[in-house]
């Protein structure tokens, strides 16, 4: 199976251009630990209630949860699919070890959103998101057609609760401490590779994705 990671910051985009990417490719899957963790949360189921305690710190939830859940979901995944999009995973050295021993590094490739922590508060700041089917807006560049509901469902849009700006600021900083460094193990073990600057206008980013995945 072929799998494609979005790496990146909060607000880096990557749910954005996983989105667009399914526009474009849908028999492909997505798996977004972020909307996993979140949608258990609503449930209260009891998963949801241990992450919601790291969540709401801006801390990561521990590895051995998110690599179950991960393996869980890889093993029921039909290989005839165009590939599989991974969101917010791998975060961490374990957690990459953990992927590289499901899928052979060969089949991987990284796309690198990159930007910086004022560009990371301003986007957040003004996210909306859709409850119901988890569409992504922004307030200023990504508006929603009519004030604050759903362009695909009439939801009414809500504001994250991990996206107040103290918590927003730990989670870069956890990003910077503990998700970031590996990209020189990624770089290391040469899987396929691209950094994009993440403060271009989201088709053109997107351009740049798409011929990744093609080449
Ligand atoms: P998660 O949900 O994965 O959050 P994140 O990685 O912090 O990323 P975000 O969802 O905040 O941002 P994004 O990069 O998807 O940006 P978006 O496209 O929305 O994780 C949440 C928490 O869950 C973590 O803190 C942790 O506790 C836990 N967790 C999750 N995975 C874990 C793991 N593997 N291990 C341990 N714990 C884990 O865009 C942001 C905004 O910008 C939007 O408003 C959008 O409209 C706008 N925008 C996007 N692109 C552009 C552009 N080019 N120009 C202008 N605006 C743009």
Redesign the pocket.
């Known amino acids: 199976m072929k799998v494609l990671i979005?790496f990146?910051?909060?607000?880096?985009?990557?749910?954005?251009?996983?989105n667009k990417i399914l526009e474009k490719y849908p028999s492909c899957i997505y798996i977004?630990?972020?909307?996993i963790?979140?949608e258990n949360i609503k449930q209260n189921t009891y998963l949801g209630k241990l992450?919601q305690n790291?969540?709401s710190q801006?801390?990561?939830?521990?590895?051995e949860i998110?690599n179950s859940m991960i393996e869980n979901k890889i093993k029921n995944i039909n290989d005839n699919i165009d590939f599989l999009i991974l969101?917010?995973?791998?975060?961490?050295t374990n957690?990459l070890e953990f992927l590289l021993n499901l899928i052979p590094y060969k089949d991987i490739k990284v796309i690198y959103?990159k930007i910086d922590l004022k560009d990371v508060i301003n986007?957040?700041v003004?996210?909306?998101?859709c409850p119901k089917c988890n569409k992504?807006?922004?307030?200023l560049?990504?508006k929603p057609q009519s004030n604050e509901t759903c362009d695909n469902c009439n939801t009414k849009l809500i504001q994250?609760e991990?996206?107040r700006e103290e918590i927003v600021t730990n989670?870069y900083k956890?990003?910077l401490n503990q998700t970031l460094p590996i990209l020189d193990k990624i770089k290391q073990l040469d899987i396929k590779f691209i950094e994009i600057p993440?403060?271009?206008?989201?088709n053109e980013?997107f351009n740049n994705i798409n011929e990744f995945i093609k080449n």
Request: glycine share 12%; no cysteine.
């Open positions: 979005l990146g910051p909060p607000g880096s985009g990557k749910g954005t251009q996983a977004s630990t972020g909307d963790l979140r992450a790291y969540i801006g801390l990561l939830v521990p590895d998110i969101d917010g995973y791998p975060r961490s957690q959103l986007r957040i003004y996210r909306r998101v992504i807006y922004h307030l560049y990504n994250r991990d996206d989670r956890v990003y993440a403060d271009k206008d989201i980013i």
